[in-house]
């Protein structure tokens, strides 16, 4: 097949209408399948898919800027339909046409079962796939070796050979689809500038070409054909082993180290498998394990919480966290049907009356454990632009082979590059569903329920399980039910936040119960802080329009407020604020008395929005002694933002609306102007009416620059043209 015409023209349209042709007559069309040819394509097959979907080291076609004409020929090449697809389906059943996935390419856990020979726990994707490859030199030595050994469940390794996988051919094409996300970006090659004679110029020496790989620039993958024909092969097809497959490799090996992030790709394509799952009626899944989108959503449910609860803690500072709570917020808000969050969000629909009960029930630890996780990072928002530092990165990979795929692939960025409009956003789906109608109410009786598993307490007049069971079940008589549900969410979350057996509710969701969620609490400390920073950082206000930021972290308080029905808010954040305060005493020498300071009080209310705030200290840059102590006992707080700049940063530094190539050049102009106004108007004899310095900063600004150049313009333009009329 490769010695084809289209093949050596490199024309992706040619290649995709060549082995369609040759799947139809010789494969779909034939009565009888030739063993010839069908060899020749099944030998052909892996360089086909590196043809197309490229390696870890290779560019494929779907990694290369292609054309609209060359994107449809790919596309209907590798869609269900087409002949291609149908080959792989009919050789599928046929044995002989497999292939084999190369050991070192394989999850290291995935490794150690195949070793052992504990097959029965093989993922879903590997079940009845493996095989036992036998020893051609097996010595008679070794079988009477063999036999006089103590029996063991776990079969010896080194006896008769090693453990592999195998794929039919459709298999291996899926698992190579799926695994393309998973692998490291390619760098685009470096072009060498080479000599050709003396004298001449240098000419740049171009890439290479592999084999059948085409012409063109590097590109993304999301921004070929992968997404639509990933679509496709969801929704059009039932396949176990593909969900199988993207469970596997998508979420189930994946994994990140701390401040890393998965590539935008991958994070995209998980989003998009998730939104087909949430898409289908999941209300009968919890009790009905006979449909098919039964069986995906019990493959997937447990899986996907893992995965998000490793993202959730390790993923960097940056905006880009939002990928993680929306990965979240579509599976907790299965009632949108995988519709994309939004930061403001109104339906009146509520999931409790609409049959949604259980599934909650069954998810439950994505809204108790996941959502403390989030709330534990928005509670160190400081809601306002960071700088980022250099750009720093670094790729690891699972080692792989041509025609296999690697588990896992992060990518390690800079960290710390977060903004106020995109913590806001975060912050924003996590409202959103505490703001879904009834079901605050529902999660908060959850909570009591669980309270009442770690206590032992008996039923009282009021019981949670009954309410929680008339609302899931219709039925009282159900309680049942739900304590089982519940009891089996206890035991995981006594194994991950438990501390000697002991587990109790954090007061996520119960607002009667006391105390509130400490990490609640403590992001409506931070937006109360926030805000309270911003009245007080009068020098930013010249950078900034501070009213309304302020007014929109003001939103986001009375929003956060009210949907989590966080009652006497003033109060709980006095009390914090008292808790943590320590006496100050002084002790003088003539006796030994102390004396308190009481120069700060615990927190003080804002005149224009009668809300508690905290005294901001440090306007200056310093901090005295009292204002030191204040902090301590949490009666005053400091931010970075009231450190002005001081020396030569002062004057250095390039605000967010200057061109910076004219701020130097007028920081030196000023210089000189100042030099000369000193000399001839010295600050002694100075009248008191001029200024203490001149500057021409403003210059740099670029509406006053551009007002300018269009001054400037509009002068020569005047002349010019009459110029032009007076003597012509």
Known sequence: MESAKSFQQRSVVNICAYISKYCELYINSAT?????????????????????????????WIQTETSQVQDTAIKNFLSIHGQFYKALLKLAKYPEYSLDLITDSLPADVKKVLNSGS??????????????VTASNMDPMDIRTAATRQSTLLPP?????????????????????????????LNPPVTQPTYTTPGRPMIPTQPQLTPYQIPGSLRSIGRSVYGPVLEEYLTKQENPFFVDAIIELWIRTTWISTNQSLSPELMTYITQFVQYVVRQDLR??????????????????????????????????????????????IWVTPWRLGAKPLSMEKSELNPIRSGWSLFILDNLIYYLFIVNIFLQRTSTFQFKNTTPPPQQQSQQSTPF????????????????????????????????LVNTNGLLEFLGLTEHCLLKIQTGSTPSIYDPFKTLAKLSYGTETMDFKVYEKLAQVHKILVALEGMNGIWKPKGLYAKDMNPRSEYLLK???????????????????????????????????????????VVGINSLLSDMSINNRSTSTTTTPSSSTTTTTNKFDPLKKNEKTNWLRPNVVGLNGFLSPEERDAIKQGRAICSEDHIPALGDRAVNFVRSYEIPELVRWTVQINKRINHHYDYYLPPQTRPKFLPNALSVRFLATRIYFLSILFVVFLIIYTCVKKFINRWF
């Open 284 to 329: 009968l899944c919890p009790t009905d394990d006979k449909l098919y989108i039964s069986q995906v959503y019990r493959k997937l449910k447990d899986e996907l919480y893992m995965l998000i609860s490793r993202l959730a803690f390790n993923w960097r500072k940056n905006d880009d966290y939002l990928q993680v709570v929306d990965i979240w917020s």
């Open 157 to 185: 390794a080194s006896l008769g050979g090693d453990r592999k996988i195998k794929f039919n051919m459709l298999q291996f094409y899926l698992y190579y689809f799926v695994s393309v996300p998973t692998w490291p970006r």
């Open 401 to 432: 082979a041509t025609t296999t795929t690697t588990t896992t692939t992060t990518t390690s960025q800079y960290t710390g590059n977060e903004t106020k409009s995109g913590q806001l956003r975060i912050l924003y789906r996590i409202i959103n």
């Open 523 to 565: 992001t409506l400390i931070a937006i109360n802080d926030a805000i309270a920073i911003r009245d007080t950082s009068k020098w930013l206000n010249t950078t900034d329009t501070s009213k309304n930021r302020r007014d929109t972290l003001k939103d986001a308080y009375d929003y956060m407020n009210s949907a989590f029905k």
């Open 119 to 132: 097959t029965h726990l093989l993922p879903k994707v590997y079940e009845n796939c493996s095989y036992l």
């Open 32 to 60: 009888t399948l030739n063993s010839t040819n069908v060899k020749d394509f099944h030998n052909f097959f892996p360089t086909l898919l590196v043809c197309i979907f490229g390696s870890p080291t290779t560019r494929g």
